[in-house]
Structures are given as structure tokens and as C-alpha cells.
């Protein structure tokens, strides 16, 4: 996918979880994130639009000193929904006027304006999923959005450390597991270091890995970000079941 396909899938997921909460108590809980209500929920979306939204439009070069941004929250909690609404609005408004490939600093391995864009589109996707569960709904993930945040997720993880600090233990001598698509052409290969661990770029030559999790790609992004327990009828798991259990305890965030 392109940043003007990621910008275009931005409004779709967000208008999607609107549409789910709009009606919904947003008192419910959300038990894929612990502690939280929909309206938490859906106040945590928005201010990250406003956020990335904001950096996107400084144009920032160098890590901000400040998270402060002036979300202009509603007074009343059932107007989150139109906020949200609003929210990627602007964010639209902001993604037509950038130049999505201009260099910009990102906590992420692309520096470039574009990495927000992305990243703005998989916070509002998987969100929107826990919506949905907490409303006893089955979300449904689109397969190319599905593999393109399956890639996004395990490119930048190993730099994700600053707010997903259990990463830092994803280490091991020389050990890699290996996540496939069983409907996509996607396969990405991770190898765990004693100093690091890391997206192997390029393994085009066949290389039998010491743990594999194969599964739609769908199931696969909602279990590289704790939507779904590996361990569920909908993965087909191989190899080392300690290394798998090693890398879920510490990789999701």
C-alpha cells in the first residue's frame, strides 16, 4: 500500500469504529484493553489523531519535548463520537496538503512524514476491533490492509521500546520465528539476538525457522498485537513452543 492508500484507509476504519460506537453505552468495557471504557477508548483514537495530526503538520524533525496539543474535548462523553469524527477530518485536511514523502523525524525505522500516516491507520484499525469485540461483534479486517500492518507492526518493533518496554527482553542466541499468511502472499522471518532482535529484510533463500505461526493474515495481525491468543484452533503453530510463548509475553503492544 501507498501513504495515499493508507491516508483513504484512515477515514474508512475510523468512520467504521464511529459507526460502531455512535450507538453503543460507551460505559462498556474494552477487555482487550484492560481498565478501559469505549469512551476511553474512543477519547484515546482521537487524541491520537489530533497528536500525530499536529506532528504532521510542524513537521518536526527531531523528537518533540511535548506531548501537549490542545484536543478540544467535548464536554459530554456521548459526543466522542462526533469528535472523533472531527478529528480525522482534520487529519484528512492535513494528509492533502503534505508531502507525505518528505523527510520528518518518527520513532519508526521511515523517516519520513508518511510513517504517521501509517502508523495513524493500524492505531485506528486495531482499535476499532476492540470496539467491536466489546460489543460482541466479529471484526473483519480487509487481507492487503491485514499484510500491510502485519509488516508495519514487525518493521518497527525493535524500536518500540520506549512504550513497549517488555521488548526489550525479545532476545535469545541466534533464534528466529517465522509468521505466514495461509490466504496472502506474506511471509516475514524475525530473528532474535543476544543484543537485539530484528525483521530479516531479505530471506528469499529457504530457511527452516526454529518457531513458526501460520494463520490468515487477518488472525495474524490481530495476534502479533494480543487481539488473539496463539494458542487458538485459528493458528497452526511449529517448532519451539517456548520461543513462541517468549516472543507473545513480550511483543505486543
Given amino acids: 500500500m501507498n501513504p495515499a492508500q493508507h491516508g483513504a484507509a484512515v477515514a474508512v476504519e475510523t468512520a467504521e469504529f464511529v459507526a460502531t460506537v455512535a450507538a453503543a453505552d460507551l460505559s462498556t468495557p474494552v477487555p482487550t484493553c484492560p481498565g478501559w471504557t469505549l469512551a476511553d477508548l474512543t477519547q484515546h483514537v482521537g487524541s491520537v489523531h489530533r497528536w500525530f495530526t499536529e506532528l ?13 496539543v490542545d484536543l478540544r474535548l467535548p464536554e459530554r462523553p456521548d459526543a466522542l463520537p462526533d469528535w472523533l469524527a472531527m478529528s480525522a477530518a482534520e487529519a484528512a485536511e492535513v494528509f492533502a496538503v503534505t508531502d507525505l514523502d518528505a523527510p520528518m523525524w518518527a520513532w519508526g525505522v521511515d523517516q519520513h512524514a508518511r510513517f504517521w500516516v501509517r502508523r495513524m491507520l493500524f492505531e485506528t484499525l486495531v482499535h476499532r476491533v476492540d470496539a467491536q469485540l466489546a460489543l460482541g461483534l466479529s471484526p473483519q479486517v480487509d487481507r492487503a490492509l491485514a499484510v500491510d500492518g502485519i509488516d508495519e507492526f514487525l518493521t518497527n518493533l525493535p524500536l518500540a521500546a520506549s512504550f513497549a518496554p517488555l521488548t526489550a527482553q525479545l ?18 522471518l524475525v530473528e532474535l539476538r543476544p543484543d537485539r532482535f530484528a525483521l530479516v529484510a531479505d530471506h528469499a533463500e529457504p530457511r527452516t525457522a526454529d518457531a513458526t505461526v501460520r494463520g490468515t493474515a487477518a488472525d495474524l495481525l490481530l495476534v ?10 485459528a493458528f497452526q503453530l511449529l517448532g519451539d513452543s517456548r520461543l513462541l510463548a517468549h516472543w507473545f509475553t513480550h511483543s505486543a503492544f
Fill in 56 to 68: 504532521l503538520r510542524r513537521r518536526i524533525q527531531e523528537p518533540p519535548t511535548s506531548r501537549v
Fill in 171 to 188: 532476545r535469545a542466541p541466534d533464534r528466529t520465528i517465522r509468521f505466514t499468511c495461509t490466504d496472502a502472499d506474506g511471509d516475514w
Fill in 224 to 233: 502479533l498485537y494480543g487481539r488473539l491468543d496463539h494458542r487458538s484452533d
